[in-house]
């Protein structure tokens, strides 16, 4: 499967945290496509990605140090960071 790539607009695990802080829930519809669709892993690497930057943004963890224990976040990271 060919990978897409993913443009500036389209969310990644990037700006999770953000938007955790800014709702203070979880409870919304995180439009994320680019951000699954464009994983270099695939998709099943890009949704695990997704889902390990929520659990780090809940906990409160710095997503870079979520990261070095989660391979999907941390090729996420790699792949979308400007």
């Known amino acids: ?4 790539q ?3 607009q389209d969310k990644t695990a990037e700006q999770v945290a ?3 802080q800014a709702l203070g829930s979880t409870d919304l519809i995180y439009c994320c496509g680019g951000g699954i669709m464009g994983h270099p892993g695939g998709v099943p690497q890009g949704v695990l ?3 390990e930057a929520w659990e780090a943004a809940v906990r409160g963890v710095d997503l870079e140090v979520h990261a070095q224990t989660h391979p999907a976040l ?3 990271i790699a792949a979308f960071r400007s």
């Open 49 to 51: 990605s997704l889902q």
């Open 18 to 20: 953000d938007t955790y």
């Open 6 to 8: 993913c443009s500036r």
């Open 1 to 4: 499967m060919k990978s897409c």
């Open 74 to 76: 941390a090729q996420a």
